[in-house]
């Protein structure tokens, strides 16, 4: 197939923005955290639905450009860019679905920590996650997910209950982790990301409950412990 059949397919199927580099936007979406990496792709494709990242994978297949996957954009080597290939940018894709009763949650692919954390803190829930707010959930989930929490808890990716995948032929599959007892009391939490392969679209976690900190003013008469937390997260106790 040639390239401008295949531009032209995806164009019509594509319900996101495809920027091209002469976009007055380009710099600024193939911007990675790691201000070190500069490389600039042939295409951007900013995916708001999981048919979007289908669609911009099967066209680089088609026409054989390297495929860049950009969740939070927070690889340190810049895996979420390339030079003169096609970057599936996840950041629109922030679907967030809380289920407090069933304490489950569905994040969509672009959801950074922070962002998951805001919701699932109003239930007094937390996923398991990583230390800085502005990493994808997607990216960290696939890679293990070391976090605040993990030395009760464990990885992010021992907290996945499901996950949505595109495959490298642009096929949507999804899987489903047998659900097993969760120790210490912790609360069953499902947070959802697509995640695609090779790149992220949706993946699913337990939670756990945690302690929210209160807002004091004023002198304290008397000596009582509250709680402080630490972001995302276990929190500290001390003694005021």
Known sequence: ?????????????????????????????RAVWNGSIDRHPALIARCIRASDVSAAVTFARR??????????????????VCDDGIVIDLGEMKGIDIDPQARTARAEA???????????????????AGIVTHTGLAGLTLGGGIGWLQRKYGLTIDQLLSVDLITAEGELVKRVKPRTPISSGASAAEAGTSASS??????????????????????????????????????RRRTI
Do not use: N
């Not at 054989?64 to 895996?79: R, Y």
């Not at 993946?203 to 756990?208: E, F, L, Q, W």
């Not at 302690?211 to 304290?220: F, Q, V």
């Open 1 to 29: 197939m040639s390239e401008d059949r295949a531009l032209s397919e995806l164009e019509a199927s594509f319900a996101g923005d495809l920027v091209p580099p002469d976009d007055a936007t380009y710099d600024r979406h």
């Open 63 to 80: 026409i054989g450009l390297p495929l860049a996957i950009k969740g939070g954009g927070h690889s340190f080597p810049g895996q979420s």
């Open 110 to 128: 672009g959801v950074l920590l922070g962002e998951l954390d805001h919701e699932t803190q109003a239930y007094g829930l937390a996923v398991p």
């Open 198 to 235: 090779p790149s992220s679209s949706s993946t699913s976690t337990r939670s756990v409950r945690i302690w929210l900190p209160g807002r004091c003013s004023g002198r304290l008469r008397s000596r009582r412990t509250c709680c402080a937390s630490t972001g995302i997260g276990s929190p």
